[in-house]
């Protein structure tokens, strides 16, 4: 099978009026060829919906050693050599090597390394710090994701970029076309999925990626520039990023794209997060059958050397040590919550600022308290499963996957009541009959607190909590949805070409 054109599939997978789009969906991680964080789900989630609904798509990513590795390409298709192309930017002559995968129930990946920058341990970093070409790296994945359109002589009708490592994508595709008049009916979507992350350039590399940053060196700023439509990954997030206080210092030029500004809100992968038949927790379970989340529980309990005490409500959190996440507002809260009757364990990796703050926690609140430092995929199924509540209490989130993981396990979110987390979660004071999680407004220890102090009496009233489960674990969060919404746009963008 070769990658050098869209394919359309032999089944009949069309969508209006007999059109198929043509997609180029990029990436700078796709699960389950790499991943750091929720982009990588997001990455291998959506296209494999769009493809489900008809969408002829390619996902672009780049040849990481680790993703191309026999780990990486496990059950997803053997990983083939195509040949190369090269492309002159800024007076310099850049190889690029290009190699895709054909899974059979999805898309095709292609991966590309431009003169080795990309063949090394890490995707952004060794793991105590980013490295330092990462915008030029970036830049350069950018510019041949583009340019990899001539080389397959196809054209997509929507080139749609994820994060600022693939937002210059859309200003060299909307600047080609003065060589190159194919790209003209090219629509071009920027999705921001964090926009606390914004690929500042510094000035040395700025001349060798041939950027025009009128609102800043950013690559973030570039691409919320050029293209010509943006989206969030959660409605509520699309209005807070409009003011001053979540707006990272983008919220000027976003309020004068608002027009062009969406929000469609992320989705879960069920067949990756499903108890029913999750192959990683040691027993299955159901909304009819919820007795495996006990054997759940303590084999969690075990993982984390928590006292056996099924009894004792635990709390779960595995989210990525960075300040976004909350971590001092639950170290702050801890001992409380152990003096409340709870158990707590904790996963996550890093800034070494946030580590040494949990293990210090974890070693004042012992026994009841425990943090396990790094990322486990087999863990971090077993902790949905195992734990009775979740607690999320970001700072801010754009939309956050973990909360709709959990209900689908009937593991009870508490939140901060902002981003993704406002859409998702629902809280018995918004709707008692139809709750699903608890959500505090003001951020801080007293109004953290308050929503534990609410999520335990609903916890020690067996039938309530009950109702909060099924609720929880009735909730579809499916990527379908999301896939009809990012379609929406694409004909959207399409009719304005």
Known sequence: MTPHAF???????????????????????????????????VAGSVPKALWQKGMDILVVTPAYRSAISAQGMQDKGQISMDGGFSF??????????????????????????IDGLFDRDGLYGNGKEEFSDN?????????????????????????????????????YSANLEFSEPRFKDVATLLTIHNLAYQGVIPSRLAPSLELNAPMGPSHLATGIFWADVLSTVSPSYRKEILNPGRGMGMHTLLKARRKDLFGILNGADYEKWNPEKDPYIPANYSIKDLSGKRTCKKELLR??????????????IPARLTGQKGWHLMCSACKKLVKMGASVAMMGEGEPQYEAMLRYTAHTCRPYVS?????????????????????????????????????????????????????????????????????????????????????????????????LMIN?????????????????????????K
């Open 472 to 496: 929880a674990m009735a909730k579809d969060y499916s990527w379908s949805r999301a896939a009809r919404n990012y379609i929406s746009l694409y004909w959207h963008l399409k009719s304005k």
């Open 88 to 113: 002159i930017l800024a007076g310099r002559k850049l190889q690029v090597n290009v190699m895709h995968s054909a899974p059979k129930d999805g898309p095709k990946v292609i991966f590309l390394d």
């Open 303 to 316: 993982e984390f050397r928590l006292p056996q005490d099924i009894y004792r409500p635990l709390f779960v």
């Open 135 to 171: 915008p030029y790296r970036f830049g350069l994945f950018s510019r041949a994701s583009v340019e990899l359109c001539l080389y397959l002589n196809s054209m997509p009708d929507v080139i749609h970029a994820n994060e600022w490592q693939t937002a210059a994508s859309v200003y």
């Open 7 to 41: 394919q359309v599939e032999s089944r009949s997978r069309k969508g209006r009026i007999g059109i198929i789009l043509k997609i180029l969906y990029l990436s700078s991680e796709v699960a389950p060829f790499s991943k750091t964080g929720g982009l990588g789900d």
């Open 371 to 467: 943090f396990l430092r790094g990322y486990s995929e087999d863990l971090a199924h077993l902790m949905q499963a195992g734990g009775d509540c979740l607690v999320m209490p970001s700072e801010f989130e754009p939309c956050g996957l973990t909360q709709l993981y959990a209900m689908k396990y009937g593991t009870i979110p508490v939140v901060h009541d902002v981003g993704g987390l406002r859409d998702t979660i629902v809280d018995p004071l918004q709707d008692r009959s139809g709750a699903t999680g608890f959500k505090f407004g003001e951020y801080n220890r007293a109004s953290f607190l308050s929503s534990i102090a609410r999520c335990l009496r609903y916890y020690n009233n067996k039938p309530a909590w009950r109702r």
